[in-house]
Each structure stands twice: as structure tokens, then as C-alpha cells.
């Protein structure tokens, strides 16, 4: 039997019950990665649910993460500009996952800063 995909799961988001669904919001993800969080969204057994958005994280887009407590991003196709990351604490988003190998041109210090996990 094929093996089972499992999720990098975030340790702890604070405001967060144990049993409570976490939702993710994924942008611009890579086809390999639309197949892989798909699947991942099958399993009833996990706790995080993947949306997933074929536009990357800028300024204009941002919004779209209101409600979510956990958003991923590829340093690959994401603008995350100091402008970015402050409506992102705005928006009350906890945990930022970058899926990639940098931070790229991510501000950490100003994500810190602002309650933002990265």
C-alpha cells in the first residue's frame, strides 16, 4: 500500500482549543503541493484544514486572511513587504509557515514584533 502523507503540524497556536479544526490558508501553491494539502484535507483524523489559493500573499491580497489563525507562503512567489506582514498581525493571523528554503524578503525582527510566529 502506498505510504501515508502527514502533515507538518505548527506546535501550538495560541487561542486554540484542542479539539477544534485549525484552519490553514495556503497561497500560490505548487501543483505538487495542491495534490499533497488536497489529500491532506481527506483525512478526517487530522486537525488542520488546508484552503488553498492559487493568487500569491501581497498587500491586495492580504485580506483574504482574515479568519485564518495559520497562513503558509512560498518565498518563491509571495511579496511579504513590511506592509504585508503588519495586515497580516492586523488580521490576527498567529503562525506564518514559510514553504521554502529563506525567509526571503520577510522583515522578522517587525513580524516578531507584531505576535507573529514565523
Known sequence: S?????AASPRRVSAMADSEQ???????????ETVLFETL????A???????????LTLS????????PIVSISNRFDK???????SLASLKVRLLILRGNSP???????ARELGLRV
Open 2 to 6: 502506498a505510504p501515508r502523507l502527514r
Open 22 to 32: 485549525v484552519q490553514v490558508l495556503v497561497y500560490k501553491p505548487t501543483p505538487f
Open 41 to 44: 484535507n481527506k483525512d478526517p
Open 46 to 56: 487530522l486537525r488542520y484544514r488546508y484552503k488553498l489559493l492559487p493568487c500569491p
Open 61 to 68: 491580497t492580504a485580506a483574504f486572511s482574515k479568519g485564518f
Open 80 to 86: 511579504t513587504a513590511l506592509a504585508v506582514v503588519e
Open 104 to 110: 526571503g524578503n520577510l522583515p522578522l525582527a517587525r
